[in-house]
């Protein structure tokens, strides 16, 4: 499968052969534990992949990146594919309840050969990881997002969370709880949704 033609990061050959690796582990388990929709599999280049990689493109400092919800690994799995070409010494932390999506998501840091660790874990039963950057995808709105924020981010820490077409809303409603800069990217993969990045987070 090659990269679309407006994913800005260059994909080598070497982070495509993983991503394939990735995407066969995804199809192997899914019967037994969900990973992904039975529809979105059949597109799971697009719908999934893609989709996750196009934060990349959004050049994001950090030495520590935490993953909320993890579940099948995206978006951290796919970022953690390229940052080990791109920003080798960056660490991932995958958060997960799940005890048999945590499985899968070691078996696919063990066979990639990523710079990860998984907790099985509720996030906020987690002692503060102080990460640098922190994502979540398809978890809860970003009322509940920016609470895990505030527990887990390390100071001057980023959120990227990709919304889908209510996230205007979603704005509103977390700003009367919270304070905080934050800026849009449009969806490649989704006209209709966004990537928040948001930043200064302080509670009101």
Partial sequence: MNPPSWLSTDVSRETLERLSIYVDLIEKWNPKINLVSKASLIGIWDRHIWDSAQIQD?????ELWADFGSGGGMPAIILAIFAKEITPDRRFHLVESDQRKCAFLRTAIREIGLN????????????????????????????????FFEHHAAKGGVGLFPKGET?????????????FRYEEFSSKTNPS???LKIEEIVRV
């Fill in 167 to 179: 996230w205007e809303k979603e704005i509103e409603q977390a700003q009367e709880f919270w304070s």
């Fill in 116 to 147: 990860a660790e998984v907790s099985a874990s509720r996030i906020e039963e987690l002692a503060p990881l102080k990460a640098n950057v922190v994502s979540a995808r398809a978890l809860t709105d970003l009322n509940g997002l920016l609470g």
């Fill in 58 to 62: 959004i050049g994001i400092e950090g």
């Fill in 193 to 195: 949704a966004a990537i």
